[in-house]
């Protein structure tokens, strides 16, 4: 595997984390998709078959709405894509939940207790 392969599904991911968020937040109409979220990043396969596309949702409750949408959505949001994306085939998306940025703010808060906690103990 050569370092253009790598450079390449990269720049594919990029692209396609651009147009997918794009697609969801301007033509598709399901309504469990108006909330706030964010598609944090896209993974590619070398043989780009598939697609990993990482959805951060802001409102926990909207959170499993929005990816059941997501999910009985990908077939219209793949077609949209290779339409506007110009490759010999479009990867199958798979959407997939990312927590990451819940996890670092609960990190903060931890780590804010701590340092109060200290300064008190001084």
Same mark, same amino acid.
């Given at each position: 595997?050569?370092? +253009?392969? /790598?450079?390449?599904? !990269?720049?594919?991911?990029?692209?396609?984390?651009?147009?997918?968020?794009?697609?969801?937040?301007?033509?598709?109409?399901?309504?469990?998709? !108006?909330? &706030? /979220?964010?598609?944090?990043?896209?993974?590619?396969?070398?043989?780009?078959?598939?697609?990993?596309?990482?959805?951060?949702?802001?409102?926990? !409750? @909207?959170? +499993?709405?929005?990816? =059941?949408?997501? =999910?009985?959505?990908? $077939?219209?949001?793949?077609?949209?894509? $290779?339409? @506007?994306?110009?490759?010999?085939?479009?990867?199958? &998306?798979?959407?997939?939940?990312?927590?990451?940025?819940?996890? $670092?703010?609960?990190?903060?808060?931890? &780590? %804010? +207790?701590? %340092?109060?906690?200290?300064? !008190?103990? %001084?």
């Amino acid at each position: 595997m050569s370092v +253009q392969q /790598f450079e390449r599904t !990269d720049r594919i991911a990029s692209e396609l984390r651009r147009e997918v968020e794009k697609i969801i937040r301007e033509e598709v109409r399901d309504p469990r998709t !108006d909330c &706030l /979220f964010s598609i944090t990043h896209a993974e590619v396969t070398r043989d780009l078959r598939y697609a990993k596309i990482y959805v951060s949702v802001l409102e926990e !409750d @909207k959170r +499993q709405p929005m990816m =059941k949408a997501l =999910k009985s959505a990908a $077939g219209f949001i793949r077609h949209a894509a $290779g339409q @506007k994306i110009q490759l010999r085939y479009t990867p199958e &998306l798979i959407f997939y939940l990312d927590t990451s940025i819940e996890y $670092g703010v609960h990190i903060a808060e931890i &780590l %804010n +207790q701590v %340092n109060k906690e200290t300064k !008190d103990a %001084n």
